[in-house]
């Protein structure tokens, strides 16, 4: 089991950024491929950016350029760092775990409880 807790969203200008954390507790961390998925009010969640286990990163290309993500082993900690937010950002963020990587929600087994992030224009 893995557990994953999200942290770091609120409300922010067009143009600003925001750092969103998510805490990992259960399995060997390193092991697993992260990912972050994000889901606005009537839409279906989408790929947002994921870190293969091999360190690899992958970004969808409505983020790419703005956002970064990373890891912190030794915290068991993936960050997602985004800058230059635009109101089309706006949405739940979530966290998600999986021992093989993937751009498919469906495929992680792991999530966590979803973090708002809100641009404002």
């Known amino acids: 089991q893995v557990q994953l807790v999200e942290s770091g969203g609120g409300l922010v200008q067009a143009g600003g950024s925001l750092r969103l954390s998510c805490a990992a507790s259960?399995?060997?961390?390193?092991?697993?491929?992260m990912g972050w998925f994000r889901q606005a009010p009537g839409k279906e969640r989408e790929f947002v950016a994921a870190r293969w286990s091999g360190g690899s990163t992958y970004y969808a290309d409505s983020v790419k350029g703005r956002f970064t993500i990373s890891t912190d082993t030794a915290k068991n900690t993936v960050y997602l760092q985004m800058n230059s937010l635009k109101p089309e950002d706006t949405a739940v963020y979530l966290c998600?775990?999986?021992?093989?990587?993937?751009?498919?929600?469906?495929?992680?087994?792991?999530w966590g409880q979803g973090t708002q992030v809100t641009v404002s224009s």
């Open positions: 998600a775990a999986n021992p093989l990587g993937s751009y498919y929600s469906t495929n992680y087994n792991y």
């Open positions: 259960g399995r060997t961390f390193s092991n697993y491929a």
